[in-house]
């Protein structure tokens, strides 16, 4: 894969992040809806608190551009953080 | 199917945690030796892509939801080792800046979707293949991607179940037949995907080149 196209590949990740998100289904995923039928739903929570719950970006009024931005910077951060894992795995070889 | 904190027992999420952190040290070990230059690239567009296309709900019926996992859509792509690599730092990132899955669940978590989802999905769809024949590789990455996901919400379904959190009998069955569903659209996506990919880049695959007689 040339450079040109990772940055392509990640050009369409972002786009898919902050345009496609915010039009995302907000109804229940499969797990949410049986622990709702189940009845044990209530039980979830968070053991730790975190930077975007749900992914929102705390002090956004508008919903769609929070979920927008928290798209953004996990995409980023996501991108960042395997090609740093990969490259370092690639390097240990030389060594 | 991220499960978040308090819907497992210790009893549950530790062993889950042990069993994902020893298989993860096991891969990465494997990679450091072998993950090729070309590789690098691809996993980290792949990661994000996985990472955004998660975020893309897509209503299955009545008020339920899913979206992708990736699992095989990736292990088809960079091989199982790095597949399941890179969905667990999807999964990693979601649950510690997005509170998407819980950091105790994080291991129970990354059990069933990357290294069922992935890892094992990646040998579902190299049974398939060897099976149907390389003319049929979308048929058997479909099939295995909406496998995948079954068998995820299955183990998802038993670890709940251990946890006593509902009856096996009941949380099982509930779980397996939503992603029947939800399966079948990470069976489109992923096929969709990769006839882009076999179109555009054939050699993006994993060892399709070693395929070749």
Known sequence: M?????????LIALLLAAFLSPLASSWPDGLEKVAGQLGFL????????????????????????????????GTLVVFGASLGLAALLRRKRVR | MHIPDGFLTPATYLP????????LTGFLKRLAGTLQDRAVPLMAVLAAFIFAAQMLNFPVYAGTSGHLLGGVLAAVLVGPYAGAVILSLVLAVQALVFQDGG???LGANIFNMALAGAFLGYFIYAGLLRLLGPARRLWAAGAAAWFSV???????????????????????????????????????ITVAILETV???????????????P
């Not at chain 2, 709940?160 to 069976?187: K, N, R, T, W």
């Open chain 1, 2 to 10: 040339k450079k040109k196209e990772m940055l392509l590949g990640l």
């Open chain 2, 103 to 105: 950091l105790t669940a």
């Open chain 1, 42 to 73: 209530e039980r979830g929570g968070a053991a730790a608190p975190a930077p975007a719950p749900d992914y929102l970006v705390p002090g956004i009024r508008s919903g769609a551009l929070s979920t927008a931005l928290a798209g953004l910077a």
């Open chain 2, 150 to 188: 079954v068998l995820a919400a299955g183990l998802c379904g038993l670890q709940l179940a251990i946890s006593g959190v509902a009856p096996l009998g009941l949380v099982l069955p509930a779980m397996l037949f939503i992603h029947l569903f939800i399966g079948l659209g990470e069976a489109l």
């Open chain 2, 16 to 23: 889950a945690w042990l069993a994902s952190a020893g298989f």
């Open chain 2, 198 to 212: 076999l179109r555009v880049r054939p050699e993006l695959v994993y060892q399709l080149e070693a395929e070749r």
